[in-house]
């Protein structure tokens, strides 16, 4: 494997992964350009809420993407079908369920960060909006993480970005010409997921191709290849359980702070997601050969795969450090003019800059260890950062407020790398 063929695939990846955080970063903003920090901060509140129940089932795209490489490196036709009606179906259940839940999900996520008044009523009007949305996310995740595993890379590349800069256009549109607020910018998401969803619908038919009428689709909930699936899923699913229970703590800490305080975190989150999901885009191209490896049974291109993802990593790293520390004032300012927000916001900023460098191993060995269904040591990674951060954070906030929330994050990402690169021994056994 050559370096143009690694960037071939994890370059597109990475441009369009990176179009989540900023439809992300486009509403936060937006909201940061009302007269008032409340919009900013339940924004804020509201997009955490949606993480939790959706980065709780991202399990759907990642893994789908994984045994869809599988499938494409054993060359079954049979195998690529079933690597995307399993988690379809899963997909439809959990989707029911976060409809008929959707008040208990509300009420209790808003007794645990127990914002302002003000700013949980503005937090309730995004989330009744956009709970509808649910079955389309969940679609949109099995049907692009398919995509991916089997390098339909610029059908995936066009979905998430087309969905994103849709969801970018309306959302101005809807808040600063149709003066419609918070749930402009609900609505404006809720229209381009159901975009997505149809756009998913058209992929899947031109690149799938499969023969829907004959298939014994009884084999989709066959007891032990389900299970496998579900065991897999259940430690994806113990990782994020974690990872939205931490960003829940800095929620709520951010919220005890003060609304100013939890609206610079929230722009200074924003950044640091920019940062992640480009690193998360290069995992994702990782995924898939080392995917494919495991489907050909190919130890050399393991390898290569990893290699290669060191190398580019730390140019990677390397570049998001400099353009930071050379422009960081200038994206908060992007975010936000509230004054008071955007000094706060500065004065942290350093955190910031110093994520890549501690998070980035991290972020990247996972998409090796997905990719090859070894999902193990990414469950007992998280569980034991999450076991770390806890205690760290219940000290330094009393002590240093928002610098001791900051500090426990960085020592939550960096035991998280740690530990994945340690755990690379059994990784490589299995291919």
Not at 40 to 46: E, H, N, P
Not at 75 to 91: D, H, N, V
Not at 420 to 430: A, D, H, I, N, V
Request: aromatic residues 12%; hydrophobic residues 55%; positive net charge.
């Amino acid at each position: 494997m050559t370096d143009k063929e690694y960037l071939g695939i994890t370059v597109p990846f990475m441009l369009s992964t990176m179009t989540q955080p900023l439809m992300g970063a486009v509403n936060t903003a937006i909201m940061g350009q009302l007269p008032d920090p409340k919009y900013i901060a339940a924004v804020a509140l509201g997009a955490i809420l949606f993480n939790n129940i959706y980065w709780f089932f991202g399990f759907l795209r990642v893994s789908t993407s994984g045994y869809a490489a599988q499938a494409l490196g054993s060359g079954s036709r049979e195998a690529s079908l079933l690597a995307f009606l399993r988690p379809l179906f899963i997909a439809l259940l959990v989707s029911c369920g976060c409809i008929i839940l959707q008040k208990p999900i509300l009420g209790a996520y808003l007794n645990l960060v127990a914002p302002a008044a003000d700013v949980a009523a503005l937090c309730s009007a995004y989330y009744d909006i956009l709970i509808w949305g649910a079955p389309l996310v969940l679609f949109n995740y099995v049907s692009l993480g398919w995509l991916m595993g089997q390098t339909r890379v610029r059908a995936s590349v066009f979905m998430q970005v087309s969905s994103n800069v849709l969801n970018m256009f309306l959302s101005c549109w809807f808040v600063f010409g149709l003066q419609l607020g918070i749930e402009g910018v609900a609505w404006a998401t809720l229209l381009s997921q159901l975009y997505g969803a149809v756009v998913g619908c058209l992929l899947m038919r031109i690149y799938g191709d499969f023969d829907y009428r004959h298939f014994e689709y009884l084999k989709v909930v066959e007891p032990s290849a389900l299970f496998q699936m579900l065991a897999v899923n259940a430690n994806l699913m113990i990782r994020t359980a974690c990872l939205l229970t931490v960003n829940n703590i800095i929620a709520a800490a951010g919220a005890s702070l003060g609304t100013v305080v939890l609206a610079a975190n929230a722009v200074l989150f924003q950044l640091k997601d920019i940062m992640s999901f480009l690193v998360d885009g290069m995992a994702n191209g990782a995924s898939i050969f080392s995917g494919r490896a495991l489907g050909q049974k190919n130890k050399a291109l393991f390898w290569q795969t990893l290699r290669m993802t060191y190398k580019w990593l730390l140019v990677l790293v390397l570049i998001l450090v400099a353009g930071f520390a050379a422009s960081g004032s200038f994206w908060i300012s992007c975010f936000t003019d509230i004054q008071e927000v955007a000094a706060l916001a500065s004065a942290y900023k350093n955190y910031v800059l110093v994520y890549p460098l501690i998070a980035g191993i991290g972020l990247a060995l996972y998409g090796m260890y997905t990719g090859a269904t070894y999902t193990a040591p990414v469950r007992n990674m998280m569980l034991v950062a999450m076991a770390v951060f806890w205690p760290v954070e219940r000290a330094l906030v009393p002590l240093w407020g928002n610098d001791g929330l900051w500090t426990a994050f960085l020592i939550f990402v960096g035991t998280q790398s740690l530990i994945l690169l340690f755990s690379l021994k059994g990784l490589k056994k299995k291919v």
